[in-house]
């Protein structure tokens, strides 16, 4: 079946433009979880939408950063003002609840911001 | 599609014993990860090794690479219930392109 799907695959920016991501996770899955990793750096936690409880924010770096998930399925990850440093790949993963262990990702969104 | 295959799936151990995972991948690598998750939260990244180190430690961790054979192996020593997690190997092979396997699910028995 469909897995995880993220839009756009490659974005380039320029600094202080805001951009954003989307996250199309798999059907019926209702955790969504935003990750990022820097150039030859581990994945980095952002944020956590389990059904409709209120998401984990305790990853996001800064408040430029937000995430919306609408009708508990798409997402989308906005960074405002966006500086170097962002520029990362952004990943995203869903899992068929929160008990599951097995986190399935999309491919990834790779920022460069100019 | 995920990369890394590990092995086992799930392991269950007293707890002061070691715990050993192994993961194997297919292609070439710049490095790879090792992740650990609590159930129902975001991955922790463990301890990332090179393509050209053979073993790492990090505290009670012990990663080692084979390249030649492309698997690697996580060590837990004395470990602890607070261990109980699930362990994922995680290869990057470029471009930042990270690659996950299905993870290991451990259970340490207090």
């Known amino acids: 079946g469909a897995g995880v799907s993220q839009s756009p695959s490659n974005k380039v920016t320029e600094k202080g433009k805001d951009v954003e991501l989307r996250c199309d996770p798999i059907?019926?899955?209702?955790?969504l979880y935003w990750y990022r990793q820097s150039l030859g750096q581990g994945l980095e936690f952002l944020i956590y939408f389990q059904g409709n409880s209120a998401p984990d924010k305790s990853g996001l770096p800064s408040d430029r950063f937000s995430a919306e998930r609408t009708g508990g399925s798409v997402s989308t990850l906005t960074i405002q003002r966006t500086q170097q440093e962002d520029s990362a790949v952004y990943l995203c993963?869903?899992?068929?609840?929160?008990?599951?262990?097995?986190?399935?990702f999309g491919p990834g969104t790779r920022l460069l911001v100019l | 599609s995920q990369q890394g295959e590990e092995d086992p799936q799930a392991l269950s151990i007293q707890e002061g014993e070691n715990a050993t995972m192994n993961c194997s991948y297919k292609t070439s690598i710049n490095n790879l990860q090792w992740y650990r998750q609590n159930s129902g939260r975001g991955l922790v990244h463990l301890i990332l090794?090179?393509?050209?180190?053979r073993e790492k430690h990090s505290g009670r961790l012990r990663v080692t690479l084979d390249t030649s054979k492309k698997s690697s192996s996580l060590l837990i020593t004395a470990s602890r219930a607070a261990d109980t997690a699930s362990y994922f190997c995680a290869t990057e092979t470029g471009a930042n392109n990270l690659f996950f396997g299905t993870g290991t699910r451990l259970t340490v028995i207090p």
């Open positions: 090794i090179r393509s050209n180190e």
């Open positions: 059907s019926g899955h209702t955790a």
């Open positions: 993963a869903s899992t068929e609840d929160s008990f599951q262990e097995t986190q399935y």
